[in-house]
């Protein structure tokens, strides 16, 4: 079973909302990423988890707050966002691998619309 | 900088033709290599992907994609196109040194007339 899940599939919310992104896995993959994909794009790495610690952050806005509180489990808080944030945001994992030989598994996606 | 070059934005075949969608890659080691597919509005499903050994690979419905190292190439083919193939496809590359960050492709766009 290769099935990353993410909830909500979709989500509106104004400037000022707080709001979070939820991801889980259950194949015991000890990394897990968040990605954030604009229409005709391909997805941009957002941040990048290992064994339950940040261990990437591509120079996102701090409006955007990841946290891991277990293996399984990858949420992203919102806060404050801007309508420009407004994107398909993904979830991937994938098991310890040797030297890049790691498979990313994708979610299907949390469409966001900020208002 | 390693990067990837899908040449094709979009590409229209009718449906039971051949498809072959292009990848070249910039990477000065052994690249590992990735097809994933995306149907509007969702995720990514990987096809099929490229570490070592056979340079011909077998991926997912029907798919397969040749690793030419002479051409920095990893194209992906298909003998005979189905309706439900039309998607967005993309080429990813990993990159190496510690942590396993893909680089995607911009993104070919697939249509099937039927």
């Given at each position: 079973?290769t099935?990353v899940t993410?909830?909500p599939?979709?989500?509106v919310?104004?400037?000022?909302?707080?709001?979070?992104?939820?991801?889980?896995q259950h194949?015991?993959?000890r990394?897990?990423y968040?990605?954030?994909?604009?229409?005709k794009?391909?997805?941009?790495?957002?941040f990048?988890?290992?064994?339950?610690?940040?261990?990437?952050?591509?120079?996102v806005?701090?409006r955007?707050?990841?946290e891991?509180?277990?293996s399984?489990?990858?949420?992203l808080?919102?806060?404050?966002?801007?309508p420009?944030d407004?994107?398909?945001?993904?979830?991937?994992?994938?098991?310890?691998?040797q030297?890049g030989?790691?498979?990313?598994?994708?979610?299907p996606?949390?469409?966001?619309?900020?208002? | 900088?390693?990067?990837v070059?899908?040449?094709?934005?979009?590409i229209?075949?009718?449906?039971?033709a051949?498809?072959e969608?292009?990848?070249?890659?910039?990477y000065g080691?052994?690249?590992?290599?990735?097809?994933?597919?995306?149907?509007p509005?969702?995720?990514?499903?990987l096809?099929?992907?490229?570490?070592?050994?056979?340079?011909?690979?077998?991926?997912?419905?029907?798919?397969?994609?040749?690793?030419?190292?002479?051409?920095?190439?990893f194209?992906?083919?298909k003998?005979s196109?189905h309706?439900?193939?039309?998607?967005?496809y993309?080429?990813?590359v990993?990159?190496s040194?510690?942590?396993?960050k893909?680089?995607?492709?911009?993104?070919t766009r697939?249509?099937?007339?039927?």
């Open positions: 079973d099935e993410q909830t599939k979709h989500l919310m104004g400037m000022t909302n707080k709001k979070s992104l939820k991801c889980e194949m015991g993959h990394a897990m968040w990605y954030k994909q604009k229409a794009k391909p997805p941009e790495l957002m990048v988890y290992s064994y339950e610690k940040l261990s990437i952050n591509e120079s806005p701090s955007f707050s990841p891991c509180p277990n399984s489990l990858l949420n808080h919102l806060h404050a966002l801007q420009e407004s994107a398909l945001y993904l979830c991937a994992s994938s098991a310890p691998g030297g030989r790691e498979t990313q598994y994708f979610g996606g949390t469409r966001l619309l900020v208002l | 900088a390693q990067s070059t899908q040449p094709d934005i979009h229209t075949v009718s449906e039971g051949s498809l969608l292009r990848c070249n890659y910039s080691a052994t690249p590992y290599l990735f097809w994933y597919v995306q149907s509005g969702q995720g990514l499903q096809l099929l992907k490229y570490f070592s050994g056979d340079t011909l690979v077998q991926g997912i419905k029907g798919f397969e994609a040749e690793f030419k190292r002479s051409q920095s190439s194209n992906l083919r003998p196109v309706w439900s193939d039309a998607a967005e993309f080429c990813a990993v990159l040194g510690g942590y396993n893909l680089i995607f492709g911009a993104g697939l249509a099937v007339h039927p």
